[in-house]
């Protein structure tokens, strides 16, 4: 498992973290999902032969928000 920790610019409320936390845990080999909004971040654990990290960026920004 490879932890990778992503900026997320847009996240305000506990509607942002279930968004990302429902739509990041769904891909396969992610291990856990952490969203920090005081921080402006989203802590992954994955398996990077199952989910490259371009394709969870690519889900963040598909449920609106931007990964800078």
Same mark, same amino acid.
């Given at each position: 498992?490879?932890?990778?920790? *992503?900026?997320?610019?847009?996240?305000s409320c506990e509607?942002?973290?279930?968004?990302?936390?429902?739509?990041?845990?769904?891909?396969?080999?992610?291990?856990s999902v952490a969203?920090? *909004?005081?921080?402006?971040?989203?802590?992954?654990?994955?398996?990077?032969?199952?989910?490259? *990290?371009?394709?969870?960026?690519?889900?963040?920004?598909?449920?609106?928000?931007?990964?800078?």
């Amino acid at each position: 498992m490879e932890k990778s920790v *992503l900026k997320v610019e847009g996240m305000s409320c506990e509607h942002c973290v279930r968004a990302i936390t429902k739509a990041v845990g769904a891909l396969p080999g992610v291990g856990s999902v952490a969203v920090d *909004l005081k921080a402006r971040t989203v802590t992954v654990e994955h398996d990077p032969a199952q989910t490259a *990290l371009p394709k969870i960026k690519a889900e963040i920004e598909d449920q609106g928000y931007d990964v800078v």
